[in-house]
């Protein structure tokens, strides 16, 4: 059973950073794409960040200069490093990964980790 579990939030200040981290485990015969998902209390959930199995990634224009992802392909981990974190950046975030456990890929979430910023 493949299971992605997610830690690093927490409160934090406006203009601090965050790094979360989201590791996958269990039956893993590969993982592809992964990302990082953020829904804000009365809003839908959003793309924050994507990266490729090959290295690629993209971003949410609100997050672009200030968030990084990267990935240990080792470690089936997957990361986002979070600078000069704004008030409007609270959310949950959530990590997902397209991972081949069996015959053909599926895409798992993570059960999300809380992100505050605020004085």
């Known amino acids: 059973q493949v299971q992605l579990v997610e830690s690093g939030g927490g409160l934090v200040q406006p203009g601090g950073s965050l790094r979360l981290s989201c590791a996958a485990s269990g039956s893993i015969f590969s993982i592809n794409a992964m990302g990082w998902y953020r829904q804000a209390p009365g809003k839908e959930r959003e793309l924050v960040a994507g990266i490729t199995g090959a290295g690629r990634t993209n971003y949410a224009d609100s997050v672009k200069g200030r968030f990084t992802i990267s990935r240990d392909n080792a470690k089936n981990t997957v990361y986002l490093q979070m600078n000069s974190l704004k008030p409007e950046d609270t959310a949950v975030y959530y990590c997902?990964?397209?991972?081949?456990?069996?015959?053909?890929?599926?895409?798992?979430w993570g059960q999300g980790t809380q992100v505050t910023v605020s004085s």
């Open positions: 997902n990964a397209d991972i081949r456990a069996s015959g053909y890929y599926s895409r798992y």
